[in-house]
């Protein structure tokens, strides 16, 4: 299994443009997350998603979107960028269940706004 | 609101030495709690986790933790670091997303690893 996968590692974006941030698991997980890091902060949740065809927001989701087409992928959009979402993101997923589940995090995708 | 609680930002220690990483947490209900490590440039891997029952848990890479519910703590310990535990680690508590069944992480800030050889 390759787990949670996350592309690109890294990425540039101007102020003002558009890029998607891919994530695919293979743990046939049916939830999934999104969440950002800040330097010297702990992760915080922007989108989740309990199946194929529902999401919903997070903690801090403005500037963001997502969509759940099928169960493997969670791609998270960035519509027009601004310099508060560099950041570094990152996809996680878990096997929901009656009690606590637990979540498994992709290697992260870096996005510098300039 | 959960909210979780690293006071240390930075710790070093010499390699061989032991280790302890505290976090405190504030949550209404039962915790669910979670140490996660990064290393730089890498996702966050679990080391260990409590759900229910012992109130000391094993983890990975021979880390433990133990729960002090008066206490409202979860600290890591290791008695004998290595050099490749140099990372960064995150205490989590689970809390309900509205009145779903999903979870969600709330993070401390991290404590940074520095170990001397």
């Known amino acids: 299994n390759a787990g949670v996968t996350q592309t690109p590692k890294f990425r540039i974006l101007k102020i003002g443009q558009s890029m998607t941030l891919q994530c695919a698991q293979d743990?046939?997980?049916?939830?999934m997350y999104w969440y950002r890091q800040d330097p010297g902060m702990g992760l915080k949740l922007i989108y989740y998603s309990v199946g194929a065809g529902i999401t919903d927001k997070g903690e801090v989701p403005n500037g963001y979107n997502v969509s759940r087409s099928t169960t493997e992928d969670f791609p998270l959009r960035l519509e027009l960028a601004a310099p508060s979402q560099t950041s570094v993101y990152f996809c996680?997923?878990?096997?929901?269940?009656?009690?606590?589940?637990?979540?498994?995090f992709g290697p992260g995708t870096r996005l510098t706004v300039l | 609101a959960q909210s979780v609680t690293q006071p240390d930002i930075h710790i070093t220690v010499s390699e061989g030495a032991s280790l302890e990483l505290r976090c405190n947490y504030s949550?209404?209900?039962?915790?669910?709690l979670f140490w996660y490590v990064q290393s730089p440039g890498q996702g966050l891997q679990l080391l260990l986790k409590?759900?229910?029952?012992?109130?000391l848990v094993q983890g990975i890479k021979g880390f433990e933790a133990e729960f002090k519910r008066s206490q409202s703590s979860f600290n890591l310990r290791k008695p004998s670091v290595h050099w490749s535990d140099a990372a960064e680690y995150f205490c989590a508590v689970a809390s309900r997303i509205s009145s779903g069944s999903a979870r969600q992480l709330t993070f401390g800030s991290g404590t940074q690893l520095t170990v001397l050889p």
């Open positions: 743990m046939n997980h049916n939830y």
């Open positions: 949550y209404g209900a039962t915790p669910y």
């Open positions: 996680a997923s878990s096997y929901s269940r009656v009690g606590p589940d637990t979540q498994y």
């Open positions: 409590y759900f229910s029952g012992d109130t």
